[in-house]
């Protein structure tokens, strides 16, 4: 088995400006779908709506579930960039398949308590 190759830190600094000069031409437009604090089995998505998308994570932890993917551990100040419309889903949970429902968000009201995630969510 061969180790991993050593990083080029110039071909890195490269791409970083390729990705930010691309990302500064961007028009942004957003639109936030919701900001709240959920708690308990509970379940959030943007999909189906055939529209980019985000999530940011305010407070709390949550693990975003995407078919086919593992899922990823998201925590206060990660935030979530879908391009284009996907199948996905963010929850308490690091099983996909753990029984979770939509449920209704409640205001956020400062730091998030014990299980509780606080997100904003758009377009």
């Known amino acids: 088995m061969l180790p991993d190759p050593v990083p080029d830190s110039a071909?890195?600094?490269q791409v970083d400006r390729v990705i930010d000069g691309l990302l500064?031409?961007?028009q942004w437009r957003a639109s936030v779908f919701h900001v709240g604090q959920y708690c308990g089995r509970w379940r959030a998505s943007t999909a189906g709506r055939a529209r980019a998308s985000f999530h940011l994570i305010l407070d709390g932890r949550?693990?975003?579930h995407l078919p086919g993917q593992p899922s990823v551990e998201l925590q206060?100040?990660?935030g979530v960039f879908l391009s284009r419309d996907v199948p996905h889903f963010i929850s308490p949970y690091a099983d996909p398949d753990m029984a979770c429902a939509p449920q209704a968000m409640r205001p956020v009201t400062g730091e998030?308590?014990?299980g509780e995630t606080a997100l904003a969510c758009g377009f």
Do not use: M, V
Request: hydrophobic share 45%.
């Open 24 to 26: 500064n031409g961007l």
């Open 62 to 64: 949550c693990w975003l």
């Open 76 to 78: 206060p100040r990660d």
């Open 11 to 13: 071909a890195e600094a």
């Open 112 to 114: 998030a308590g014990i």
